[in-house]
């Protein structure tokens, strides 16, 4: 059985290595595929190759808005219009407290919208239940598939 991959798209590698700390202790065994700008975001997720790597369909992704070259907004407006991506769990995790960027977010298809505790301890607890609600409770489709 392969293993639940998670994107992680963002430019602070003391939160990656966070994240990669909170899902082992919770024992879950999971692949993070890590992106540290828009573009590689993009790519990585638009990929038609990504299938064949064995991160498809990733169980969540968390998305910082702070992006180097292209803005987590516009990261999500164009996971957004790909058939391929429309029905991902996106997860925006930010520093941003502004109002504009929790509507744009929704607006644009976000799933949830999660300010980044300052504290490090708490900021693991969060990714902990993230985890804990995208990989056991919430259930995602395996394809995008046209229901009518």
């Known amino acids: 059985m392969k293993r639940p991959s ?3 798209v963002d430019d602070n590698p003391d939160l990656v290595e966070l994240v990669q700390m909170a899902f ?3 024992t879950v065994d999971v692949s993070l595929e890590i992106a ?8 990585l997720l638009l990929d038609e190759q990504a299938d064949h ?18 803005g987590g907004l516009e990261v999500l407006a164009e ?9 991902l769990p996106i997860v925006i995790l930010t520093t941003s ?3 504009h960027d929790v509507v744009k977010g929704y607006q644009l298809g976000a799933n ?6 300052h504290l490090s301890q708490r900021l693991f607890e969060v990714v902990r239940e993230l985890g ?3 990989l056991d409770i919430n259930r995602t489709p395996t394809r995008v598939k046209t229901v009518v």
């Open 6 to 8: 998670i994107v992680v």
């Open 97 to 99: 407290n502004n109002e």
């Open 132 to 134: 804990i609600y995208w």
């Open 24 to 26: 082992d202790e919770y």
């Open 79 to 87: 996971l957004r219009r790909s058939k391929k991506t429309s029905l």
């Open 112 to 117: 949830s919208f999660i300010r980044k505790p």
């Open 53 to 70: 790597v064995g991160i498809w369909p990733p169980k969540m992704v968390l998305l910082d808005l702070d992006l180097p070259d292209i």
């Open 36 to 43: 540290t700008n828009g573009r590689q975001a993009l790519e």
